[in-house]
């Protein structure tokens, strides 16, 4: 009878291990920025009330993506759900400039357990292959909770550096300022239209998540909580998950890209804000150009080839 006992206990125990080892989920994340207002921004003269509409309008639906996150007990990948855009509409200046700045594109992987990351970014043309270790918050954990999707959650905030190479983070400037910089260029026409922006040193995190699903992991970067992330807010980009699958049939491959030529976080940075300060040099003076190029590829269809320089 002992026998009996202790081989049943076996099998439970290694039930259990296995179901561990196979457990892996999938959770779909819908991210929303509030698009910049270009209405009164220095170097806009030339811009045309419809122009500016249609350009917020597009910048908005630009800034609106939907990913999915596989995850496991121990890793994830997190990648862009890819759409069907209207032909031409890749092709605009600002698509181009601020497509891998806004948290799309590439897969990012994240490994809890040895705490790394890696993700494939493409910036002018060029492949990246970004490794570095994961980002690690001091997160303060709240009482309060709320419901998402069903699922019971806990409210825990956070301060993280802001990222100079995330779009995301770029806040319009306060009129006062403005005025004031305006003051000190007061005899020079060609203004930049990043001038209109800032970007904070630091920047205030709130995240919801659930212990009912107790895995350390969340959205982007995000992880180090006692239960999957359901919901990330920064004051002015909002990422929530909208659907949940636990345990399916169909099992993803987590594991990390290949491609791109290996480079830590802050040499990436680096080579970025130095394209970055290179393009705004060069196109000094143009924010009007530009966007008037930007209405024209958006309404009609224009060859790559055909495209002025500062654009191609």
Do not use: H
Not at 75 to 98: C, D, H, N, V, W
Not at 119 to 143: A, C, H, I
């Amino acid at each position: 009878m002992k026998k009996i006992f202790f081989y049943m206990t076996l099998l439970l125990v290694s039930a259990q291990i296995q179901a561990q080892k196979d457990f892996q989920g999938m959770a779909v994340y819908e991210s929303k920025t509030q698009a910049p207002k270009f209405e009164g921004m220095r170097g806009n003269r030339d811009i045309t009330p419809e122009m500016q509409k249609n350009m917020e309008e597009r910048m908005k639906k630009m800034l609106e993506k939907t990913f999915v996150l596989n995850f496991d007990k121990a890793a994830s990948i997190y990648k862009e759900e890819e759409k069907l855009e209207a032909p031409g509409q890749q092709q605009g200046g600002f698509r181009m400039m601020f497509g891998s700045l806004t948290g799309g594109g590439g897969t990012f992987y994240k490994d809890v357990k040895t705490k790394t990351y890696t993700v494939d970014k493409e910036f002018m043309g060029k492949e990246f292959l970004v490794v570095d270790s994961l980002p690690k918050l001091d997160w303060k954990l709240e009482q309060e909770t709320k419901q998402i999707g069903g699922y019971n959650c806990y409210k825990a905030t956070a301060v993280k550096q802001a990222s100079k190479t995330d779009f995301r983070n770029f806040r319009p400037k306060k009129d006062e300022d403005k005025k004031e910089e305006a003051k000190k260029t007061s005899g020079d026409t060609k203004t930049n239209f990043a001038d209109n922006f800032e970007i904070p040193k630091e920047i205030v995190v709130t995240a919801w998540y659930t212990p009912e699903i107790p895995i350390n992991q969340g959205p982007e970067n995000y992880w180090g909580l006692p239960g999957l992330i359901l919901e990330i807010n920064d004051g002015t980009t909002t990422i929530l998950c909208s659907k949940i699958v636990l345990n399916s049939k169909d099992k993803v491959e987590i594991k990390p890209s290949k491609k791109g030529k290996v480079i830590s976080q802050k040499e990436y940075d680096e080579t970025v804000i130095k394209k970055m300060e290179e393009f705004g040099e060069m196109n000094r003076g143009r924010a009007g150009e530009l966007l008037q190029w930007e209405d024209k590829i958006y309404k009609t269809q224009i060859p790559k080839s055909k495209l002025p320089i500062f654009l191609s």
